[in-house]
Structures are given as structure tokens and as C-alpha cells.
């Protein structure tokens, strides 16, 4: 497991990197019977071996602590320090030896075909989400005010039979961004999502589509498809928080896809519509 990714995040331009392994290990060695002579006063002793030297394999457990130094992205240079544990290979003959322990210090290099490929992360263009976010209210405060007009004219309305049509606003396509891996709602994607439900929830006939997407330059198809699937999960949970009924949404995730908007960053979206 890389360490430095794990606690200081991904970075394509990181010289120095640490990493931890733990795993089983096979070991095999030869072990032989012997014959012991002691003297008749019994103060010496000798030893001969008797029969053939048996081979014996032993499975035991390896952990280690590794040093990476990037030198391009396709070379690198490597320290190791791993320490090992297996049985003895006197087994249960001997009460002081139950178990044997070995440690090691290498060195080498290591290099990737292709070299390292990182995928930036794009960011969204702030002033293009406010521009959304603050056209929605304008569209909702005409409405509101469109309202509170019709409501008048009705009150003041001579007593004849009129027929007002009022034009009601459906919630288009809406689309929330997703960061690359995430399946976590930003801040903009709650604003989106609670705009939207104030909508769905005006036009409870309507019937509407959380589709989830993921990036396909990114991942693998069963990583992007259960990706999808998350990110759509949460917009769909997210709105009925806000109050809309499920009986409306109905959820899909269409996995990694490529260049729906003509980029690829564009693909980590929910569009509900």
C-alpha cells in the first residue's frame, strides 16, 4: 500500500514516496537426522550424520517498509528493509528453535512501460455554476411574481366566466459535477439539486431520470459502472431529502462514457431529466 498517497493524496510530481507490504512467504530448506556419540566419562561428544538430507518447505509471513525515489516517470529507484518469520525447520525436535526469523535490506531500480499516466483533475468554472445558480432564481422569482399577479387579476376579476392558462415551468436537464473517483455532492451540486426539487415538486405528475456517468479515460467499466451508480444514488437520496417523492425518479447508472460534452471531465455528471 502506497503510504504517501494514502495520507497526503496523489501527486504526479512526487519525488519521494513510501510503501508498506505485508504477504505470506514460502521458504525451503534441508534439514538431516544425525547420530550423537558420547564418551564413556561423558565429557565429549560427536555427531554423524545418518540418512539423506530432507527437503522441507515452510510457510510463514513477510512484512517490509519500502523507499521509492522517482526519477522520471518511467524510472526509479527502490530501497527495501523486509524482516520475515517461518518455522524452524527443526519443527518440534528442538524447545529453544519453534520458530526461525530472517531480515533483509535490497536495492535496485524499477521501470514502467509506458511510464506513469495521471489524469488531471479539472476544475469547474465557479463563475459559470454562480451564473446557473443565479438565472434558476431570477426564473424562480418571476415565477413567484407571475404568480402573486394571477392571484390578483383573479381577485379583481369581474363575475364572468374567464379562462386563465398559466404557463408552469418543468424542470429541464439539470446537470451535477462529480470530482474523479467521488461520489460525494459539492456545494454547488446541493444548490442544483435543491433548485431542482422545489420544480419536481411543483409538477408532481412528472416523471424524471437520474442517470449517473463516470469518466471512460479513467477507471476500469466495472469500477466506472458501480461508480455511476453511487453518483446517481446520491442526487436521487439528495432529493428526496429535500421532499420529492420517489414514485417520480426513477435511478440508472450508464457506467464510463466518452466525450458526452467533448471532454472528458464532463463525463463524472448525474443528469437528471
Not at 520475515?84 to 520458530?99: L, M, T, V
Not at 390578483?152 to 459535477?177: D, Q, S, Y
Not at 437520496?237 to 464532463?266: P, R, S
Request: glycine share 10%.
Amino acid at each position: 500500500i502506497n503510504l504517501s498517497r494514502l495520507f497526503a493524496g496523489a501527486n504526479p510530481n512526487r519525488f519521494f514516496e513510501v510503501y508498506g507490504f505485508l504477504g505470506p512467504q514460502i521458504s525451503v530448506a534441508k534439514s538431516q537426522n544425525v547420530d550423537v556419540t558420547i564418551s564413556a566419562d561423558g565429557t565429549s561428544q560427536s555427531m554423524a550424520p545418518a540418512g539423506e538430507a530432507e527437503m522441507r518447505a515452510r510457510i510463514g509471513a513477510s512484512a517490509g517498509l519500502g523507499l521509492k525515489f522517482n526519477i522520471n516517470t518511467k524510472w526509479a529507484i527502490d530501497v527495501e528493509a523486509r524482516g520475515a518469520i517461518a518455522p524452524s525447520i527443526f519443527g518440534n525436535i528442538s524447545s529453544h528453535r519453534k520458530a526461525e526469523g530472517t531480515g533483509m535490506l535490497t536495492a535496485g531500480v524499477s521501470y514502467i512501460f509506458g511510464g506513469k499516466k495521471f489524469v488531471p483533475v479539472s476544475k469547474i468554472d465557479e463563475d459559470a455554476v454562480n451564473a446557473e445558480i443565479n438565472r434558476y432564481r431570477s426564473e424562480l422569482a418571476q415565477a413567484q411574481a407571475d404568480l402573486a399577479n394571477c392571484k390578483n387579476a383573479l381577485a379583481n376579476a369581474k363575475p364572468e366566466v374567464k379562462e386563465v392558462t398559466k404557463e408552469v415551468e418543468v424542470a429541464g436537464p439539470r446537470a451535477i459535477f462529480f470530482k474523479i473517483g467521488s461520489a460525494r455532492l459539492d456545494d454547488y451540486g446541493k444548490v442544483n439539486i435543491e433548485l431542482a426539487a422545489k420544480i419536481l415538486k411543483a409538477n408532481p405528475d412528472k416523471k424524471y431520470k437520474v442517470a449517473g456517468y463516470a469518466d471512460k479515460a479513467t477507471g476500469s467499466a466495472s469500477w466506472n459502472q458501480k461508480l455511476s451508480e453511487k453518483r446517481a444514488q446520491v442526487v436521487y437520496d439528495a432529493l428526496i431529502a429535500q421532499g420529492v417523492d420517489k414514485d417520480q425518479l426513477e435511478l440508472v447508472g450508464f457506467g464510463g462514457t466518452a466525450n458526452m460534452f467533448g471532454k472528458n471531465f464532463l463525463n463524472r455528471v448525474v443528469i437528471l431529466e
